[in-house]
C-alpha cells in the first residue's frame, strides 16, 4: 500500500521560502513510470494543481507558479519536496502530496490514487 505524509512548518512569514516534504512508503519514487504531485486547497477555493516529479526526476510547474516555485528529490529517503518562495497571505492553503494512479509515464491533472492527508500552511506575520 503506498502511503504519502506531507511534512513542513505551519506558519510562514510573508516574503519567506515555504519548503515541505512529502515522505513516500511502500513505493519507490524511482519506480517507473509513475510521477509525484504537489496539490493545494485555499479557503474556499477549489483545488489547484502545483507540480509534479516524474520517477526520473523531471519536473513540472503550473504556469501561474512556476516563476516561484521548484519540486526536488531525495532518492535516498524516498522523498520529495516542494518550495515555494516569496508567499504571500494569498498561499495560505491545505497542501498535499500525491501520486498517479497508474504508471502512464505522463504527467496529469488527476485523478490521483493515492495522497497524502495534507498540512496546513498559514503565512501570517
Known amino acids: 500500500q503506498v502511503q504519502l505524509q506531507e511534512s513542513g512548518p505551519g506558519l510562514v512569514k510573508p516574503s519567506q521560502t515555504l519548503s515541505l516534504t512529502c515522505a513516500v512508503s511502500g513505493a519507490s519514487i524511482t519506480a517507473k513510470f509513475y510521477y509525484y504531485y504537489w496539490i493545494r486547497q485555499a479557503p474556499g477555493k477549489g483545488l489547484e494543481w502545483m507540480g509534479a516529479i516524474s520517477y526520473g526526476g523531471s519536473t513540472y510547474y503550473n504556469p501561474s507558479l512556476a516563476s516561484r516555485t521548484s519540486i526536488s528529490r531525495d532518492t535516498a529517503k524516498n522523498q520529495f519536496s516542494l518550495h515555494l518562495g516569496s508567499v504571500t497571505p494569498e498561499d495560505t492553503a491545505v497542501y498535499y502530496c500525491?501520486?498517479?494512479?497508474?504508471?502512464?509515464?505522463?504527467?496529469?491533472?488527476?485523478?490521483?490514487?493515492?495522497w497524502g492527508q495534507g498540512t496546513q500552511v498559514t503565512v501570517s506575520s
Open positions: 500525491a501520486r498517479d494512479s497508474d504508471a502512464s509515464d505522463t504527467v496529469v491533472a488527476g485523478p490521483f490514487g493515492f
